[in-house]
């Protein structure tokens, strides 16, 4: 009940969020030059629709209440048609979001398992030549603009040693279906999850070595050592979990750095997900795409955070449900 | 001494309200209400020191703020030297401020870290525009040797991070020196100080307050603390004063079981002797959820069936000492009485 | 604050230092660009044999596909990345400084508005934002930077108003406005410059985070087509990544390395600007003090009998030495410390903050903070020596028969684990083969003996009120039934009643179980009330130990009178306090004499030069002070009545 009603609130805390993304999306159509018709159907639209466009969102009603009838729109999960594809900008996003996830997931796992994990084990040695080189290369990780670090490993292993694919999904020749397929995706997914991870790897090792360092500064750390446990049951079992309080916090707050991330690597791959979607769709000064791709992005952060939030409660019994 | 009244509290209420948030609200969290204070009168005369003992929680801090001016009551009326001082304009309590200053717990936060002790002792004659230049730093010198800070000009340049506690907490005092107060509010001013330091403190306030005859109000936790500083003690808990009097008289013979309970649970060696312990059942009630009738009835050893519907009355057990408890004439006239828990 | 410790601190991480020449070199070279006599980084070729040429002697960067000086343009692009930076973080700071103080000062509705549209304004994703305001208004560099600074002034908001809520509550501010400051006074004067400092340090991440932006940008072919711009450069050679890859990897390796020493400097600010993140001294590095090299670990001989209790007793302490190493120097926080108790025995440690005492309990329990080592000494209990004669004869004593209570169990105990299971963890680790029934009646015995409900063992430490949570440390310190508890100021920052009901069950257990007891204290009435003998220490040494009533009644060193005689008393005859002039002693590096010569009134020649030794005063007292038998320092207490 109290865990429910709990949810429900946080669940609460996102309207104002998205609201104010759709409303600055309409204050940015209209504040930006040119015929809002135009900008929402395209130059090249033909008559008939661009009549359409100016029934449907009210364009000679007062102000308001075409905010009244954008919001309506976009609410029903109408984000306009693409002008290059002529297809609704939903089932587009709809569409790439599987291939941006697995990007996404794959390289979130891997730079929270072994960012956590290295940030902890130097932790244990703060001021150690270990700890300085690892903290450095950690800090030198995150400050690579990660599409030139793409670049960097399709000319390393893709030019160079010619042992990877560096574009796209499938191969032409592979099998499409079994086993087969899947290995051919993975291999496709190798660079692009390198890179992203590479730079994620970086932020969690920093995260996680500053607040396993100050867990390890606690008083009831001097407990169990006095207690006697050993250091290793010392940091899985009481340091880590309260060390990844903060490390979760961050996680949630950082997703909209990760998915520009993921947009920056999917371009420098060809990877056919929403990052690649947006690449064309600015190179065609598609608008209803770059609206909908920013609106969908505020969405998928915002439930990234409501997550977050929820697994913070899991993890630390002082939250307030 | 001919004594008139210069701070008068009457019936003080103040009342926080801890928000659930908008969200919270919506979902159906509660607004919860705190009765930090809960209708005290205080008297203090002037040149004299009132001590306001309690634990945590019991309101005294709280009750410090208002008196010096802070905080605004919820409902009561605060009197200053005869002036009614509860809803004054900014202007006027601006002036007020002069004659009201106040010393606080933590000496390590006192000070500006930014600003050089100088600077610091300064700013009330800034704030006021007194003086010029020249004359402020005569008085800024001339208050940190009042408080024993020799040579002054050797402190004036240093920071609060090149002092001890003790002595930033007497920089502290020396700040409120320099408009000539009338009344010091002194928020647990040696708690944080170490033993040897802290009677050193105590010592020079007491001097400063012969001297220059300046009341106290002067608020802690500590009973023996309070008896060396104080003319008068007023006991406090969660929220209401307990029981008021003579500093020696109160603590020789006390009216309410709190206190006498308080008198009896303070570690004091005497040599030769054991000290019966108090053994208390349960904790101190939040404040959060005040007891019905006498707010001190669950953890009482005396408590009746009166206790725990009814508010009890404050009696005057004799002249100059009132205190809260329906049977506090039965527990003034018993002075051997020792609390059976 | 002084400027020239922050100069003094940097200096001290190297990384720091490396990165801070990094940013001021890029920052001259960004200056000068003109002036350097590089080749017009927009002059093209006209040349075809001047295209793609190698990086070498003549281009050492190469040329591009037009022919231009790779390097003129990198450098070019210096100018860029910091106008870029520096405008783009001033403006998203100055936003966040003016709202976050604002909300953070003003409090009530105000904050609740601001605060909810920080937390809004944090969740947009930013990157993204600006690719719709740059697509919708054009890629003009100004408008890029704008939108940079708009999306990202919320996290600097945010800092701000935290930095307000904690400074707003700090006793110097609150001063001040009681003595008459108008809030803009207090805002200017005392609230924005001391809260300032993460936001230098993440206004310095935000400059990074900005440059990558602003070349996310430009690789996605929104950039500013007017500007020389890495993220520009690598966007146009992707092309001809396998033809010329110079023109993609030197723009993006200055990229990598301005925005890496921006972080690292960021980080450093961090450092140097929080205390709390300070790098302590390294023990195992740093040369000892001299004349302590030949202070040796105590063989496993027979104690020779130098303090008052004769004998072997339950634990017996001598010249128990540690130190913490911190920053440059060694604190004598335990030195040459010998004491022995009884078995049944409570022994009494008193003195002011940083004497020892606690240090002392931890070098007892040999759970020594990282900074910290112990240089010499023995410590027997029941016979064997645990202080240096391996791991294993210590582990057959930690917590089975030797355990502690910590000073403020607020945080003692894990704050994410049940109460039951912090138990149950602690039992199971020494007796392996126990059974699930008989860890839980054990928990519940010791509950009840300590008299804590037993439903509370469900309760996370954060639901229990202090002294519940004291009371739970006490059950966990008795779990195996040992002999000996050393317990750190455990009744202190409780309330008079409760901390009376603590020290009672102390008492009772003591009485119930023969348990031997050593109590830290800073109060001497604590103490005195449930240990038998007494041993008051400052500035890391032993300075008297004595039965109870002894050092009440007859104490011998000056420190020991200062201490009973500054306490004002609630019973008896009001006395004037008396007071020690200067602050307590700390030990640090080579010392002679007397340390409380300084504070002493009875202090001579021979104590400045020479240090006391321990005198026998009676059985089982000693003091250290060279005049502990003169007559002349008995106690004077009560001179002074007060009326």
């Known amino acids: ?321 | ?341 | 604050m002084k400027g020239a410790n922050y100069w003094t601190d940097f200096a001290r991480y190297p990384t720091v230092l490396a990165s801070l020449i990094i940013v001021v070199g890029a920052a001259v070279l960004a200056l000068l660009a003109p002036y350097l006599g590089l080749p017009n980084p927009e002059e093209m070729a006209g040349d075809l044999s001047e295209l793609y040429v190698r990086p070498g002697a003549e281009h050492w960067m190469g040329t591009d596909n037009f022919g231009r000086d790779m390097l003129s343009r990198v450098i070019w692009g210096t100018r860029l990345a910091f106008q870029v930076a520096i405008v783009a973080s001033l403006v998203s700071t100055l936003l966040g400084v003016m709202l976050g103080s604002i909300a953070g000062y003003f409090g009530g509705w105000v904050d609740h508005i601001l605060a909810r549209t920080f937390d809004v304004f944090l969740l947009i994703p930013a990157f993204f934002l600006v690719i719709l305001i740059v697509a919708l208004f054009g890629s003009n560099i100004y408008l890029i930077i704008l939108a940079i600074a708009i999306t990202s002034w919320s996290g600097q908001a945010r800092i701000m108003r935290s930095q307000v809520l904690t400074l707003k509550s700090r006793t110097y501010v609150q001063a001040s406005l009681g003595m008459g400051s108008s809030h803009l006074r207090v805002l200017f004067r005392h609230i924005v410059p001391n809260g300032l400092a993460p936001l230098i340090t993440n206004g310095t991440i935000l400059m990074g985070l900005a440059i990558l932006t602003e070349a996310g940008l430009s690789f996605l072919g929104l950039g500013d087509q007017s500007t020389i711009s890495w993220g520009r450069m690598i966007f146009e050679g992707q092309s001809q990544l396998r033809v010329a890859a110079w023109l993609v990897i030197f723009p993006g390796l200055a990229m990598l390395l301005l925005v890496a020493a921006l972080n690292l400097l960021g980080d450093g600010l961090n450092q140097v600007l929080d205390p709390n993140l300070r790098v302590r001294g390294n023990p195992e590095k740093a040369p000892l003090p001299e004349g302590l090299s030949g202070r040796g670990v105590a063989e496993d001989g027979p104690a020779t009998g130098r303090t008052g209790s004769e004998g072997e007793g339950l634990l017996e302490v001598r010249d128990l030495t540690m130190f913490y190493h911190l920053g440059d120097n060694w604190v004598r926080a335990v030195d040459g410390v010998s004491f022995s108790l009884e078995r049944d025995g409570g022994l009494g440690i008193v003195g002011e903050s940083g004497c020892g005492k606690s240090s002392l309990g931890l070098a007892l329990m040999q759970v020594l903070p990282r900074n910290a080592k112990i240089l010499g000494g023995s410590v027997r209990f029941d016979g064997r020596e645990i202080l240096n004669a391996g791991d294993d004869s210590f582990r057959s004593v930690r917590w089975k028969r030797m355990s502690t209570v910590f000073q403020s169990a607020m945080n003692a105990l894990n704050p994410v684990l049940k109460v039951r299971q912090q138990l149950a963890e602690a039992y199971r680790l020494h007796r392996p083969d126990a059974g699930r029934a008989e860890v839980q009646e054990r928990i519940e015995e010791i509950f009840d003996t300590i008299g804590i409900p037993r439903w509370r063992m469900e309760s996370y430490p954060h639901e229990l009120s202090g002294g519940m949570r004291q009371r739970v440390m006490i059950a966990l310190s008795l779990l195996l039934n040992p002999e000996l508890i050393i317990a750190d100021e455990p009744s202190t920052a409780l309330d008079v009643l409760v901390q009376d009901q603590i020290l009672a069950e102390i008492d009772k257990l003591r009485s119930r179980t023969n348990l031997s007891l050593i109590l830290i204290s800073h109060d001497m009435g604590t103490v005195a009330e449930t240990c038998e003998r007494i041993a008051v220490m400052y500035a890391g040494q032993l300075v008297e130990e004595a039965p109870t009533d002894a050092i009440f009644s007859d104490p011998r060193h000056p420190y020991t009178q200062a201490l009973v005689n500054a306490v004002p008393r609630l019973t008896g005859r009001k006395h004037e306090l008396t007071s020690l002039p200067g602050e307590p002693f700390v030990p640090i590096g080579d010392l002679r004499g007397c340390r409380f010569a300084p504070r002493c009134s009875f202090a001579t020649d021979l104590c400045r030069q020479q240090e006391p030794s321990r005198q026998r005063v009676d059985a089982g007292h000693i003091s250290a002070c060279h005049f502990a038998l003169d007559e002349r320092i008995e106690n004077r207490a009560g001179e002074r009545l007060l009326l």
Not at chain 1, 102 to 131: E, K, Y
Not at chain 2, 201 to 227: G, P, S
């Open chain 1, 1 to 321: 009940m109290r865990l429910q009603r709990y949810i429900l609130s946080r669940i609460l805390q996102l309207i104002p969020v998205i609201l104010t993304v759709i409303v600055i999306n309409f204050l940015l159509i209209h504040l930006a030059p040119g015929d809002v018709a135009i900008t929402l159907a395209g130059e090249d639209a033909d008559p008939a629709y661009m009549e359409e466009i100016r029934r449907v969102y009210g364009l000679d009603k007062p102000f308001y209440e075409q905010l009244f009838r954008y919001l309506g729109q976009i609410v029903q999960g109408d984000l306009g048609i693409s002008y290059r594809s002529r297809e609704p900008v939903l089932v587009e996003i709809l569409r790439r979001v599987p291939a941006t996830l697995m990007l996404v997931g794959t390289s979130l796992f891997i730079a929270l398992f072994i960012g956590t994990w290295a940030g902890a084990m130097v932790a244990r040695r703060p001021g150690s030549l270990l700890d300085s080189a690892v903290s450095t290369l950690a800090v030198a990780a995150y400050s690579i603009p990660v599409f030139w670090l793409g670049l960097m490993l399709v000319l390393f292993f893709g030019v160079y040693l010619k042992w990877l694919p560096i574009s796209g999904m499938y191969s032409l020749v592979a099998p499409k279906e079994g086993l087969g397929r899947a290995f051919d995706v993975l291999n496709h997914l190798i660079l692009p999850a390198l890179a992203l991870s590479t730079v994620w790897i970086g932020q969690y090792v920093r995260l996680s070595r500053t607040s396993v360092a100050a867990v390890y500064n606690e008083q009831y750390i001097t407990t169990v050592r006095a207690i006697g446990f050993p250091s290793r049951t010392i940091l899985l079992h009481h340091a880590l979990r309260n060390a990844l309080l903060p490390v979760v916090t961050v996680f949630g707050l950082q997703m909209g750095l990760v998915l520009t991330g993921a947009v920056l690597t999917e371009t420098v791959f060809s990877w056919p997900g929403l990052g690649r979607l947006i690449y064309d769709a600015i190179l065609a000064r598609d608008m209803p795409i770059i609206m909908g791709a920013y609106v969908a992005m505020s969405i998928c952060v915002a439930l990234a955070s409501l997550i977050t939030d929820l697994l913070y409660a899991v993890l630390d019994p002082r939250v307030e449900l």
């Open chain 2, 1 to 341: 001494m001919n004594a008139s009244v210069l701070l008068r509290a009457t019936d003080i209420h103040k009342t926080y309200s801890l928000r659930a948030g908008f969200m919270g609200q919506v979902v159906g969290r509660k607004v919860d209400e705190v009765r930090a204070v809960d209708g005290v009168s205080l008297e203090l005369d002037a040149g004299q020191v009132l001590a306001l003992v309690g634990e945590s929680g019991s309101g005294k801090t709280t009750m410090g703020k208002m008196v010096s001016l802070v905080e605004r009551p919820t409902a009561g009326k605060i009197e200053f030297d005869g002036e009614d001082v509860t809803h004054l304009s900014s202007s006027r309590l601006k002036a007020l401020r002069q004659e009201v200053q106040m010393i606080f717990q933590n000496p390590y936060e006192s000070l500006d870290p930014r600003h050089t002790i100088g600077t610091s002792v300064m700013e009330p004659l800034i704030i006021h525009r007194i003086g010029t230049k020249g004359e402020r730093r005569d008085k800024v010198e001339e208050a940190l040797s009042q408080v024993e800070l020799r040579p002054a000009s050797k402190f004036v340049d240093r920071f609060a991070q090149d002092l001890s506690g003790g002595q930033l907490q007497r920089v502290s005092i020396a700040r409120t020196l320099v408009l000539a107060p009338r009344l010091i509010v002194a928020d647990e001013p040696v708690s944080m100080l170490d033993v040897s330091v802290r009677s050193g403190v105590m010592n020079l306030m007491l001097n400063l307050q012969a001297n220059l005859q300046m009341a106290y109000f002067y608020i802690t936790h500590d009973l023996a603390v309070a008896r060396y500083m104080s003319n008068r003690i007023a006991v406090m808990y969660l929220g209401v004063v307990v029981e008021e009097g003579p500093t020696d008289q109160l603590i020789e013979r006390a009216a309410h079981p709190y206190t006498r309970l308080l008198i009896m649970a303070v570690p004091e060696h005497k040599v030769g002797k054991k000290r019966r312990r108090v053994q208390l059942s349960g904790e101190a009630a939040a404040i959060k959820e005040i007891p019905t009738g006498c707010r001190f009835h669950p953890r009482c050893p005396l408590a009746k069936q009166v206790c725990s519907v009814e508010e009890p009355p404050v009696v005057t057990v004799a002249p100059g000492r009132r205190a809260a408890c329906h049977f506090a004439q039965e527990v003034f006239d018993k002075q051997e009485l020792i609390l059976n828990v």
